[in-house]
């Protein structure tokens, strides 16, 4: 497994911008695919956006496509989530997480290291 530390979180009014950043430790990060969860209060996780190890692929969430984009910076051991145009409804705990895999993937039950979760709080 993989460690993984989350940074970047915070309050932010409507309309708002945050880039959160996933730190991961080891020397083999580029074997990882790499995804952004989210859980507000009293709901359950839910998926944010993936990426594969190289990248090349990515998919995100209905909810925040168009807003958010998920990147990665292998050199850096790094993923990244940019959140343009934040919505109160986007208020919850940010996860990391990774899985060794080719493909990207888009169930919680899907990866085995997380992250201890960053807050993002959108005020209207």
């Known amino acids: 497994q993989v460690q993984l530390v989350e940074s970047g979180g915070g309050s932010v009014q409507a309309g708002g911008s945050l880039r959160l950043s996933c730190a991961a430790s080891?020397?083999?990060?580029?074997?990882?695919?790499m995804g952004w969860f989210r859980q507000a209060p009293g709901k359950e996780r839910e998926f944010v956006a993936a990426i594969s190890r190289s990248g090349g692929s990515t998919y995100s969430a209905d909810s925040v496509k168009g807003r958010f984009t998920i990147s990665r910076d292998n050199a850096k051991n790094t993923v990244y989530l940019r959140m343009n145009s934040l919505k109160p409804e986007d208020t919850a705990v940010y996860s990391c997480?990774?899985?060794?895999?080719?493909?990207?993937?888009?169930?919680?039950?899907?990866?085995?290291?997380w992250g201890q979760g960053t807050q993002v709080t959108v005020s209207s």
């Open positions: 080891g020397r083999t990060f580029i074997t990882y695919a």
């Open positions: 997480a990774a899985r060794v895999g080719l493909s990207i993937y888009l169930d919680p039950g899907d990866y085995d290291s």
